[in-house]
């Protein structure tokens, strides 16, 4: 065990992760240059195209320090804030972290967020200061960022370039030097975390581990904690990007993938302990706190048949992603769905996408909300994720709604666009520092139904791409808050349906119906588009109608003929009205999204 090293690379998204984890690979040799490629780790198709990191991935790699072996156990973690629950897994099976800063861009909003998190999990962290082969690269500055805003002595921060390969060997001599080895008793019980799983259609559910008393060995029958249910080990690996290396056992401090033969998805959960079937321990290693959801959307597959697929493709989802959280619910508008539960804007997005690449299903999905405490006149609460299900105006009391502490790093030339945003967002200054003469950290009391729809992308686009944003839930707080409703030939589409603020919600009907009018496709009669609060049609707008040149045939002659034919055809379109059903297409679940 005194030559395991168990360790994690945190930093904000863009700092370099993924290369630095590729460098180090290459530098242990578990890989020859032909098989070197880039982002090793992101083993996702979504990963490699947008260049960044979802899922938190393992690699056990051999090192030689002075003639001496070593194990290196490495988990690459997302930088992206909906990601941070991916990061919080891996920082609960590892004994220290790599704290990767960009020598350009310096200290970032989820920098300080995951630093926090490793602190919490008591792990030991090196300051690595990565892309100093950048003409911009200022050492220095990032170095006094971390001590200044982060509060970590940086005087022995590591100097890399993950892109050259300068400092890759001194940062692997660090590493055994300085992370901790793991601690446990090799000869007690067996006692393992599960921190990942994955389902493998060959092998079933797999479960990535972590042993910290005892081993695992091959043939043993384990039992889960949490169900009490015992499965026999039918094989164990040690984890690698592009080969697994079989063992027939995991010993005490290691990671590995234990392969019990489950095909039932909801039976292994992240977080559960793994023991020994005759021999239990007493203790559990701990659990993890499930994710809190803070966006919720509807999914809905565009053939109804394919309800039941879409039930086991997030089965199958949620035991790679256990932040997924979802149940059953119906439309009107849409028929047989679900509301799914996602941590922001980038992970529903993800979700969506693997939903409709992995398991080839068309989905229609719905604008995102947040969860709302409504009181009601007889002093009961309701918890409504979906606006569709609120209670009508004259039950409401009062409306309560989520708040986030929301921190943003930005350069000092673009403060007043970013606090201009912040304010037009509802936001409220909680604090205000200057890490240097060049950027400012912005701490801000934010709703949360303000920034799950466009706001990262507004702050990325007012601030040239330069500031950074994190938040984290705080509390729930009284506001006045109206349902707006839209109707589509005299329908309302519960689908469309959102909460806004009363003082608002004028301007955000007209905008909404007029994003609708340009995105219904023309019928062959005329279609109302309404939103309306309650009773109250506040916005309207039309949607012409298709003409058919019905007197196209008529050569000349007597006015009152192609007078008879118009009439019959104005006839025919008012009972067509009536009866006509209007298509919607998925923009126009999405237009929602488009109310400023």
Request: charged residues 25%.
């Amino acid at each position: 065990m005194k030559n395991i090293r168990n360790f994690s690379i945190i930093a904000h998204i863009d700092h370099g992760k993924s290369t630095l984890a590729d460098r180090i690979i290459q530098e242990c040799g578990s890989v020859t240059e032909r098989e070197l490629g880039t982002q090793m780790m992101d083993t996702m198709d979504i990963e490699q195209e947008r260049g960044i990191t979802i899922k938190a991935q393992s690699v056990r790699l051999n090192y030689v320090k002075d003639g001496e072996p070593y194990i290196l156990n490495l988990i690459d973690t997302p930088g992206h804030v909906d990601f941070s629950y991916e990061v919080s897994k891996s920082l609960a099976s590892s004994d220290g972290a790599l704290l990767i800063v960009d020598a350009a861009q310096g200290v970032e909003a989820q920098t300080i967020a995951n630093v926090y998190m490793a602190l919490d999990n008591n792990l030991e962290i090196l300051p690595v200061i990565n892309k100093i082969d950048l003409p911009s690269a200022e050492p220095e500055r990032a170095a006094e960022e971390i001590e200044t805003s982060i509060g970590i002595d940086a005087t022995d921060a590591l100097l890399v370039s993950a892109k050259t390969g300068v400092g890759i060997h001194e940062l692997l001599d660090a590493i055994v030097d300085r992370i901790p080895a793991p601690e446990g008793d090799p000869l007690a019980t067996t006692k393992a975390i599960i921190y990942d799983s994955w389902f493998d259609s060959y092998l079933g559910a797999l479960a990535l581990v972590r042993v910290f008393d005892g081993e695992i060995t091959k043939g043993q029958n384990v039992k889960l904690m949490s169900n009490n249910e015992s499965h026999k080990v039918l094989d164990l690996m040690y984890p690698h990007p592009l080969k697994r290396q079989n063992t027939k056992s995991i010993q005490s401090g290691e990671i590995g993938i234990v392969v019990l033969g489950i095909k039932e998805v909801g039976i292994v959960n992240v977080g559960d302990t793994l023991t020994d079937t005759a021999n239990p321990t007493s203790e559990p290693v701990g659990i993890y706190e499930p994710a809190k959801p803070f966006v919720f959307a509807g999914l809905y597959p565009i053939d109804t048949d394919k309800f039941e697929e879409l039930r086991d493709a997030l089965d199958k989802l949620r035991l790679n992603d256990s932040s997924l959280s979802y149940e059953p619910e119906t439309s009107v508008a849409l028929g047989f769905g679900f509301r799914v539960g996602f941590l922001g804007m980038l992970h529903m997005e993800v979700i969506k996408e693997r939903l409709e690449r992995e398991f080839d299903i068309d989905m229609i999905a719905t604008a995102p909300s947040v969860i709302y405490n409504v009181y009601l006149n007889d002093g009961s609460l309701l918890s409504v994720p979906n606006p569709s299900e609120f209670p009508e105006v004259n039950h409401i009391d009062h409306i309560d709604e989520p708040y986030v502490k929301a921190t943003v790093i930005t350069p000092t030339e673009f403060l007043g666009n970013v606090m201009g945003l912040l304010t037009e967002k509802r936001g409220t200054q909680e604090k205000m520092d200057y890490l240097n003469e060049e950027r400012v950290l912005l701490e801000y009391s934010l709703p949360m139904n303000e920034i799950v729809v466009d706001f990262y992308d507004k702050l990325k686009s007012i601030s040239k791409g330069y500031a950074s944003f994190d938040y984290e839930p705080s509390e729930f707080r009284e506001g006045d808050l109206v349902k707006l409703d839209v109707k589509v030939a005299g329908e309302v589409v519960d689908a469309l349906s959102v909460i806004v603020p009363r003082t608002s919600s004028e301007y955000r009907g007209r905008i909404l119906v007029k994003n609708m009018k340009d995105l219904i496709p023309r019928q062959l009669f005329e279609v109302a588009v309404q939103a309306s609060i309650g009773s109250k049609v506040i916005a309207r707008e039309t949607v012409k109608s298709t003409g058919k040149n019905v007197t196209a045939k008529c050569y000349g002659g007597d006015i009152t003929r192609k007078r008879k034919l118009l009439e019959k055809q104005k006839a025919g379109k008012k009972r067509m009205k009536a009866i006509g059903r209007v298509q919607l297409p998925q923009e126009a679940f999405m237009s929602v999204l488009k109310m400023d």
